[in-house]
């Protein structure tokens, strides 16, 4: 089982970028799959972006394309997903988590292993 801490949140002007990290203990890190998901204000978790094991495959929520890239090293156990032009929308609880399969999934059921998340704050 993977432990998964996330960082990178904080309060951010509408228009500006964030980059949220995820870094993973416990585990052989390049077998998993990662995803990021996220979870606005009275909502329900929704899937932000997928990685591949070894990062040649992404996913992208239709809602962030372009907007979104995700990207991992497996030398330093990191996932990270940078976010731009932020709106005031995208104000959420920003999670990390981790898939034993091979595919990539917008599926939560899918991931086995989750971080806490981190805030994301978007003022304008």
């Known amino acids: 089982q993977l432990q998964l801490v996330e960082s990178g949140g904080g309060l951010v002007q509408a228009g500006d970028s964030v980059r949220l990290s995820c870094v993973a203990s416990?585990?052989?890190?390049?077998?998993?799959?990662f995803g990021w998901f996220r979870q606005a204000p009275g909502k329900e978790r929704d899937f932000v972006a997928s990685?591949?094991?070894?990062?040649?495959?992404?996913m992208y929520a239709d809602s962030v394309k372009g907007r979104a890239t995700i990207s991992r090293n497996n030398a330093e156990n990191a996932v990270w997903l940078h976010m731009s032009r932020l709106r005031a929308e995208n104000t959420a609880i920003y999670s990390c988590?981790?898939?034993?399969?091979?595919?990539?999934?917008?599926?939560?059921?899918?991931?086995?292993?989750w971080g806490q998340g981190t805030q994301v704050t978007v003022f304008s």
């Open positions: 416990g585990g052989t890190f390049n077998t998993y799959i």
């Open positions: 990685i591949s094991r070894q990062g040649g495959g992404t």
């Open positions: 988590a981790a898939g034993p399969g091979v595919d990539l999934t917008k599926q939560q059921k899918n991931y086995a292993d």
